[in-house]
């Protein structure tokens, strides 16, 4: 489990469209910036010749001390109606400081990927880069270690720090899950907006019973795995060692763009139907053999969702599982609607992970 754990700001992450490999040098990183590369998976080309590598990350340097950050810390605290020896906690402290973060823009990074080096885009407004880079497949394979691919950011001559990543290496065919995050596998209150911003600023994340022995069992069948929320990517450092410890299964994260310039810190997981279907639908597109389940719950928007998004692929989603949780709206006329024109055994309701042990896909164990 060590390999899906960030130990600090610069280790494991990746996503977007590639070219040749770039020729030799640097990224011109300083001193006082950093680089996290986010979770990713690659699939081969129709032709089989090549793995297109998505490769996403983020370059920005830390505001610690700073008398911007000071004061946002005081708006952060005061959104939440917390005492102010709050900003006294480690905890509080290091969440809240990826989104006080100097985001570094126009950077265009290199990376090195089985003995090539790739130009990146240059990043954005949000420190932000992206880009799908074309690895041939035997070379991606004789660098890959139990179906991950390596790489790392080349630094600077002098630059002893080391910034690296890895992508999950994908069979054309098989079965993808893609999961939420809150209140589907981490307890996260998002119907009560204080008690959602205390469980992600204040609190230590606590996983949803029995939900990563679920997904385990999945991926012992061969299922591969994408962790999507509406949550921002600045909780990605927090999110990656809570699926590690919480022995949930490695697989790519999409998340939400926030810059807190923009918005307020209860904007955060705001309209998730706007982030959602676009971001499932990628996926699909992205990996156009594979067949999906879709895993959420009835908290917000997420029956309504993954509805809409399995009338629009048809024959891409093989079932819709929706955790039921306290509060959510559990009627019979909310799922009727939310999955009318489906196959009626698509969508389930669930209330303990053991319910979903005996489903099965037995026609595809083995494809991947």
Same mark, same amino acid.
């Given at each position: 489990?060590?390999?899906?754990?960030?130990?600090?700001?610069?280790?494991?992450?990746?996503?977007a469209?590639?070219?040749?490999? +770039?020729?030799?040098?640097?990224?011109p990183?300083?001193?006082?910036?950093?680089?996290?590369?986010?979770?990713?998976?690659?699939?081969?080309?129709a032709d089989?010749?090549?793995?297109?590598?998505?490769?996403?990350?983020?370059?920005?340097?830390?505001?610690?001390?700073?008398?911007?950050?000071? @004061?946002?810390?005081?708006?952060?605290?005061?959104?939440?109606?917390?005492?102010?020896?709050? +900003?006294?906690?480690?905890?509080?402290?290091?969440?809240? !400081?990826?989104?006080?973060?100097?985001?570094?823009?126009?950077k265009?990074?290199?990376?090195?990927?089985?003995?090539?080096?790739?130009?990146?885009?240059?990043?954005?407004?949000?420190?932000?880069? *992206?880009?799908?880079?074309?690895?041939?497949?035997?070379?991606?394979?004789?660098?890959?270690? !139990?179906?991950?691919?390596?790489?790392?950011?080349?630094?600077?001559?002098?630059?002893?720090?080391?910034f690296? !990543?890895?992508?999950?290496?994908?069979?054309?065919?098989?079965?993808?899950?893609?999961? $939420?995050? $809150?209140?589907?596998?981490?307890?996260?209150?998002?119907? $009560?907006?204080?008690?959602?911003?205390?469980?992600?600023?204040?609190?230590?994340?606590?996983?949803?019973?029995?939900?990563?022995?679920?997904?385990?069992?999945?991926?012992?069948?061969?299922?591969?795995?994408?962790?999507?929320?509406?949550?921002?990517?600045?909780?990605?450092?927090?999110?990656?060692?809570?699926?590690?410890?919480?022995?949930?299964?490695?697989?790519?994260?999409?998340?939400?763009?926030?810059?807190?310039?923009?918005?307020?810190?209860?904007?955060?997981?705001? @309209?998730?139907?706007?982030?959602?279907?676009?971001?499932?639908?990628?996926?699909?597109?992205?990996?156009?053999?594979?067949?999906?389940?879709?895993?959420?719950?009835?908290?917000?928007?997420?029956?309504?969702?993954?509805?809409?998004?399995?009338?629009?692929?048809?024959?891409?989603?093989?079932?819709?599982?929706?955790?039921?949780?306290?509060?959510?709206?559990l009627?019979?006329?909310?799922? $009727?609607?939310?999955?009318?024109?489906?196959?009626?055994?698509?969508?389930?309701?669930?209330?303990?992970?053991?319910?979903?042990?005996?489903?099965?896909?037995?026609?595809? *164990?083995?494809?991947?």
């Open positions: 489990m060590r390999g899906w754990r960030w130990a600090v700001l610069g280790t494991v992450l990746l996503a469209t590639g070219l040749c490999p +770039a020729a030799g040098g640097a990224s990183l300083k001193a006082d910036e950093t680089v996290i590369f986010f979770p990713t998976a690659a699939t081969l080309e089989g010749s090549h793995y297109r590598v998505p490769v996403h990350g983020w370059v920005f340097e830390p505001e610690e001390g700073s008398w911007w950050r000071g @004061a946002l810390l005081h708006e952060l605290l005061a959104a939440l109606e917390v005492p102010p020896e709050s +900003a006294e906690s480690l905890l509080f402290r290091e969440r809240a !400081g990826f989104f006080l973060a100097d985001n570094e823009r126009g265009r990074l290199r990376v090195r990927i089985a003995e090539r080096d790739f130009n990146l885009r240059k990043s954005g407004a949000n420190g932000h880069f *992206e880009k799908i880079l074309r690895v041939p497949k035997e070379e991606a394979e004789g660098a890959a270690r !139990g179906g991950r691919l390596p790489f790392a950011l080349v630094t600077p001559a002098g630059d002893g720090r080391s690296e !990543g890895r992508v999950e290496l994908l069979a054309p065919t098989g079965i993808s899950v893609i999961s $939420d995050l $809150d209140d589907t596998i981490k307890e996260s209150s998002v119907l $009560d907006k204080k008690e959602l911003l205390a469980n992600t600023f204040l609190r230590e994340f606590k996983a949803v019973q029995g939900m990563a022995g679920l997904y385990r069992s999945w991926k012992e069948r061969g299922a591969a795995f994408h962790y999507l929320s509406a949550s921002p990517w600045q909780l990605a450092p927090a999110l990656a060692p809570f699926l590690a410890a919480g022995g949930f299964p490695e697989g790519s994260l999409h998340l939400r763009t926030f810059r807190f310039k923009d918005q307020t810190f209860f904007s955060l997981f705001s @309209a998730p139907e706007k982030y959602k279907i676009p971001a499932v639908e990628a996926l699909l597109a992205a990996f156009p053999g594979r067949r999906f389940l879709l895993v959420g719950d009835a908290g917000e928007r997420d029956p309504e969702i993954y509805g809409e998004v399995a009338r629009r692929n048809p024959g891409r989603v093989e079932a819709i599982f929706i955790r039921a949780v306290p509060g959510g709206d009627s019979p006329e909310r799922f $009727d609607e939310a999955f009318e024109g489906l196959p009626e055994e698509m969508g389930r309701v669930f209330a303990d992970p053991a319910e979903l042990e005996g489903w099965g896909w037995e026609e595809s *164990e083995g494809e991947r």
